[in-house]
Nanobody, 119 residues
């Protein structure tokens, strides 16, 4: 069982930046895919970005491509989401998730960290 804890959320003005962190524990995450999702009020959870174990393969949703960057520090078992050029529509609760690379469903989730972007 993997435990995930997000941090780094907060209130920022439009155009600003935040870096979210996701600390993992419980088991070694080798071969795990790490991902970030978000859920805005009244909307469904949205995939944002994912990264493989080596960090050599990343995927991004079109809505954040070019503004957000996912990375991971395997020695620290921490995954990051650098968010730049934030917009009010980025306001949401941001979640970290993990899955073994051979399984399509994300089974481990953090509790979320709230990001609010003011105009």
């Amino acid at each position: 069982q993997v435990q995930l804890v997000e941090s780094g959320g907060g209130l920022v003005q439009a155009g600003g930046s935040l870096r979210l962190a996701c600390a993992a524990s419980g088991r070694t995450l080798s071969t795990y895919i790490m991902a970030w999702f978000r859920q805005a009020p009244g909307k469904e959870r949205e995939f944002l970005a994912s990264i493989n174990w080596s960090g050599g393969r990343t995927n991004y949703a079109d809505s954040v491509k070019g503004r957000f960057t996912v990375s991971r520090d395997n020695a620290r078992e921490t995954t990051y989401l650098q968010m730049n050029s934030l917009k009010p529509e980025d306001t949401a609760v941001y979640y970290c998730a993990a899955r073994p690379q051979q399984i399509a469903v994300y089974r481990s989730w953090g509790q979320g960290t709230r990001v609010a972007v003011s105009s």
